[in-house]
């Protein structure tokens, strides 16, 4: 029996090609609902695919602004089997959250009724450092960097479904990307890497997507300390409007040595 890895599921499907139609095996992405505890208490559920779930717990946890330090999170238990399958206990010190109010505020952020305003608003009132206005990336080497994110894409390749998210360095290097079904998955456990390794906040740091850069992306590349942030589609306003307030230079169509900057293109033009 094939032994596959837990981010690829495999099943048979019938394909028609040029009027005739075959069985054949194919590869799918895995996706898997993902239960975040603190200290014993439901936070949220996310979908994602298998795989880094520490890492993914803990860039979310910094993202949303739960966790202050790393030195935080005292113990982290992740359960693969039994009835507690696809749960992560995260036990914080000190932690002066409420997570029923933390659950209203997930539901409010991804509903239409909330503006742009209060959503800023409340980036502002965190006190995020602002991302180094020193650094400075060369046009050419920022164009390289989708097709070396294509390159290390081993589940996309294999499946065609993932989202990736990479961390580059200023000379261009890949320094860790991580895949999921969700982008923003892919970026939590890119910074929950980062925190691991003692690299955040990231002031000499290039985060890329393969997806669009919302506000959510934003947001995270944000609380990561990240002085730029690329993707290979279009930002959305909201995006633009938080990335030129709070001084994070947001870069859209990377692709085809074209790119589009956003907001603070002195880093980059």
Request: glycine share 8%.
């Amino acid at each position: 029996m094939r032994t596959l890895p837990a981010e690829v599921a495999l099943t048979r499907v019938l394909e028609w090609s040029d009027g005739a139609s075959h069985s054949r095996e194919d590869f799918l992405a895995a996706e898997e609902p993902l239960e975040i505890r603190v200290n014993g208490k439901p936070l949220t559920v996310t979908m994602r695919t298998p795989g880094n779930d520490e890492e993914l717990a803990i860039g979310f946890l910094w993202t949303e602004g739960i966790l202050e330090s790393i030195c935080a999170a005292e113990r982290i238990d992740v359960s693969r089997d039994g009835a507690q399958r696809n749960t992560i206990q995260v036990q914080l010190e000190d932690a002066a959250f409420d997570p029923a109010e933390m659950q209203r505020n997930f539901f409010a952020a991804s509903s239409c009724g909330i503006c742009g305003k209060t959503s800023i608003e409340a980036i502002r009132r965190r006190g995020l450092t602002p991302p180094n206005a020193c650094f400075r990336l060369d046009p050419e080497i920022l164009c390289a960097m989708p097709d070396r994110l294509r390159e290390h894409q081993q589940v996309f390749g294999r499946t065609g479904g993932l989202h990736a998210a990479a961390l580059f360095n200023g000379a261009g290097q890949l320094v860790v990307l991580r895949e999921d079904i969700g982008r923003h998955n892919a970026v939590d456990k890119v910074i929950g890497w980062a925190l691991g390794q003692g690299m955040v906040p990231l002031r000499d740091c290039v985060i890329m997507v393969s997806g669009r850069g919302g506000f959510e992306i934003v947001q995270k590349a944000l609380a990561a300390g990240t002085p730029v942030l690329a993707s290979v589609s279009a930002p959305s306003s909201l995006a633009v409007k938080l990335a030129r307030e709070l001084g994070l230079t947001l870069v859209g169509f990377l692709r085809e040595r074209r790119f589009v900057v956003y907001s603070n293109p002195e880093r980059c033009l």
